[in-house]
């Protein structure tokens, strides 16, 4: 599986279902660090990288709009997104500095035979977390691609797919299974790539202590 590890350095954010990159999107350093949070939970996804812009198309023209794929790393903040539930939007549990890595770089379609039969695992310090197959996926990525597209797509938009079962939020104990310091994250997905990412401290991240008391943090 895979096609080795780039390491790099970009603080991202994820926007809901989709994210604009832009042109710097084939050059960008991708991070290598993910600060800890007390519940973090990785969700390995494929990404589509949209080439062609595009709006109000179908299933049959989506194809023509693709370049290619990634690998990206939906990470989560489980606590804020139990509170964020209330309102049905979950928009800072998954966009907090350093979360959604993306990388290590893009695959065009023409060297994946097949992007709905492609072997997805999560591994943490080397133990397999989650493990599945994009011949899974409840809609097919030309569909996907196509229901977005009334929005209005530009070269450089991407869209995660979802992740593959076993989430650490939804084992016996998931409080065994969050992200901890020290701890190195793998989302892999073959022929694709290998993004790999070490998790590290509020304090080592920032150089300052946790902050403490209310804000959007608490």
Same mark, same amino acid.
């Given at each position: 599986?895979?096609?080795?590890?780039?390491?790099?350095?970009?603080?991202?954010?994820?926007?809901?279902?989709?994210r604009?990159?832009?042109?710097?999107?084939? $050059?960008?350093?991708?991070p290598?660090?993910?600060?800890?949070?007390? *519940?973090?939970?990785?969700?390995?996804?494929?990404?589509?990288?949209?080439?062609?812009?595009? $709006?109000?198309?179908? #299933?049959d023209?989506?194809?023509?709009?693709?370049?290619?794929?990634? *690998?990206?790393?939906?990470?989560?903040?489980?606590?804020?997104?139990?509170?964020?539930? $209330?309102?049905?939007?979950?928009?800072?549990? $998954?966009?907090?500095?350093?979360?959604? #890595?993306?990388?290590?770089?893009?695959?065009?379609?023409?060297?994946?035979?097949?992007?709905?039969?492609?072997?997805?695992?999560?591994?943490?310090?080397?133990? +397999?977390?989650?493990?599945?197959?994009?011949?899974?996926?409840?809609?097919?990525? #030309?569909?996907?691609?196509?229901?977005?597209? #009334?929005?209005?797509?530009?070269?450089?938009d991407?869209l995660?797919?979802?992740?593959?079962?076993?989430?650490?939020a *939804?084992?016996?104990?998931?409080?065994?299974? =969050?992200?901890?310091?020290?701890?190195?994250?793998?989302?892999?997905?073959?022929?694709?790539?290998?993004?790999?990412?070490? *998790? +590290?401290?509020?304090?080592?991240?920032?150089?300052?202590?946790?902050?403490?008391?209310?804000?959007l =943090?608490?």
């Amino acid at each position: 599986m895979g096609r080795g590890v780039v390491s790099s350095m970009l603080n991202a954010r994820s926007l809901a279902c989709t994210r604009r990159v832009g042109d710097r999107a084939m $050059k960008a350093r991708l991070p290598e660090r993910v600060k800890s949070w007390p *519940v973090n939970d990785p969700l390995p996804s494929s990404v589509i990288i949209i080439g062609k812009p595009g $709006k109000f198309f179908g #299933p049959d023209e989506a194809a023509d709009h693709i370049a290619g794929y990634t *690998v990206f790393n939906d990470i989560t903040a489980r606590d804020i997104q139990r509170r964020e539930m $209330k309102s049905g939007v979950f928009s800072f549990s $998954k966009a907090i500095d350093t979360f959604c #890595p993306i990388g290590p770089w893009i695959v065009t379609k023409d060297e994946i035979p097949d992007p709905h039969n492609l072997a997805m695992e999560l591994r943490v310090n080397g133990d +397999v977390r989650q493990k599945g197959n994009t011949s899974r996926m409840v809609l097919s990525m #030309p569909q996907l691609v196509a229901y977005h597209s #009334p929005q209005g797509f530009s070269a450089g938009d991407i869209l995660t797919t979802g992740t593959i079962s076993g989430v650490a939020a *939804v084992q016996p104990d998931p409080f065994s299974c =969050y992200l901890r310091p020290g701890d190195v994250v793998e989302a892999e997905i073959e022929h694709v790539g290998l993004l790999r990412n070490r *998790v +590290v401290s509020w304090t080592e991240g920032h150089g300052t202590p946790v902050p403490e008391g209310d804000s959007l =943090y608490s």
